[in-house]
């Protein structure tokens, strides 16, 4: 069994992401970050991800529906139901390689417990790089996947890292958010308030104890950034993403539209 071997098989097994971080690039992490800390046989961390479909963010686009597209394809079920059964099935397959492999899902220092940040070790595994608005960055999909890792006992070669920069001489997602929760620093860097994301109707969603701080692939900002990346990923359609533009809600939940206050209906965009 090979790097290329695992690889093809987390591909069979339905992922659309994979990559492989040999330990040596993660060893020096702090303890509560290190693949070590569980365990201390680890020599490579397999990544794998899946798209989250542009589809699923109609709805949340459309200010139509934000649970049976987004939040179910996009965040529950993905990551609870699709990813993980491919973590699941690619685990299993390598303990029949006697390989002790150790699947997880991305979590959060809320959760206390010790676990590698995802976004350090997909970039490790060669799979992109973290942007300036907080979402990791991929050639294929921009900032639309999930992760998920499997630590092996097995020495595997590592995917060469990417050198991208996608973020150069844009700064979409922080002009999208209608919290300006964004801030761009002297050095260029982007602090993020949590704190109002936590209160963004915008299409963002609170997920404590799983992934990231506050859910934000199909909010303003996350919607900016896939807009922005349309034509700089492999991952194309035939019909721009956005008609219109975006709605937004403010933190009394003032409603605008084309930049005018407007009255929603149950939740509907009113000039659909
Ligand atoms: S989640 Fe909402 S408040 Fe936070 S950066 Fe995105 S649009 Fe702004
Ligand atoms: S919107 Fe632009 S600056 Fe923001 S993360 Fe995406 S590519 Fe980077």
Request: aromatic share 8%.
């Amino acid at each position: 069994m090979d790097a290329a071997e695992v690889k093809k098989m987390a591909r069979e097994f339905g992922a659309d992401l994979v990559g492989i971080a040999p330990i040596s690039r993660l060893q020096n992490l702090p303890p509560q970050r290190n693949p070590l800390s569980i365990s201390d046989r680890t020599k490579a961390v397999v990544v794998i991800g899946y798209r989250i479909l542009r589809g699923t963010m109609r709805g949340i686009e459309e200010g139509t529906n934000f649970g049976s597209t987004y939040g179910m394809f996009g965040n529950s079920w993905l990551e609870h139901e699709f990813l993980s059964r491919t973590a699941y099935l690619l685990t299993s397959w390598l303990e029949e390689q006697g390989v002790e492999a150790i699947p997880l899902l991305p979590s959060t220092e809320s959760s206390g417990q010790n676990f590698p940040d995802y976004r350090v070790v997909a970039e490790a595994a060669g799979l992109g790089k973290v942007g300036k608005g907080g979402f990791f960055l991929t050639k294929e999909y921009g900032h639309r996947q999930r992760f998920a890792m499997i630590l092996v006992d097995a020495d595997l070669a590592g995917d060469p890292i990417q050198d991208i920069d996608f973020c150069r001489d844009c700064d979409a997602c922080v002009k999208a958010c209608p919290l300006q929760a964004m801030t761009v620093g002297n050095d260029g860097a982007v602090a993020i308030d949590f704190d109002l994301c936590n209160r963004c109707q915008n299409g963002a969603s609170p997920k404590p104890g799983s992934c990231d701080k506050v859910d934000r692939y199909a909010a303003a900002c996350g919607r900016a950034c896939m807009i922005a990346l349309a034509d700089k990923i492999a991952n194309k359609f035939a019909q721009p993403f956005r008609k219109r533009q975006a709605w937004s809600i403010g933190l009394r939940g003032d409603k605008k539209l084309d930049g005018e206050k407007v009255a929603f209906v149950g939740g509907v965009c009113p000039k659909q």
